[in-house]
């Protein structure tokens, strides 16, 4: 078995670069090297996340290149996985997205995230160098955020 390589005390890089949607289209996901600083800074941010569970958290999506970002269907240009910024996770030994959202959304001032989204089936989280603390739930039927997690 391979040894990891780790960016951060509980994350690995496979995990920053995984992608399902680039595995099955044969798409290179390994990010490039101008990204490298918001890639470290988001994984010691995600380690305080990790500490704050106090339970492995499982990344279903963190960098995306251009083109697996617009794959996954993203519609967004900016989006902050592109730049290494955001990240997908559940944390299914702490409780659900909601509830893991909600413990999040009550450490804003430790966690210093720029968004925290509940996405019903993950939680969406994103870091920058100034964070805007938002706090959204993405209304399943509309697809538009609404504020707070509800």
Known sequence: MPIATYIST????????HSEWAARNSV???PPAAIAMNLQYTAIQMDKVRKLLNRPVIVSSW???AEVNAGVGSKSKR??????EAVD?????YGSPKEVATLLAKNID??????????????????SPVPR?????LDSKTGQSMPGIV
Do not use: A
């Open 10 to 17: 509980y994350f690995t890089w496979d995990e920053v670069c």
């Open 28 to 30: 290179d996901n390994v």
């Open 79 to 84: 989006s902050q996985h592109t730049k290494g």
């Open 110 to 127: 430790t966690l210093r995230f720029d968004q925290l989204i509940y996405e019903y089936s993950w939680v969406h989280i994103s870091f």
């Open 133 to 137: 603390g938002q706090i959204f739930t």
């Open 89 to 93: 996770f559940i944390c299914p030994g």
């Open 63 to 65: 960098y995306r290149s």
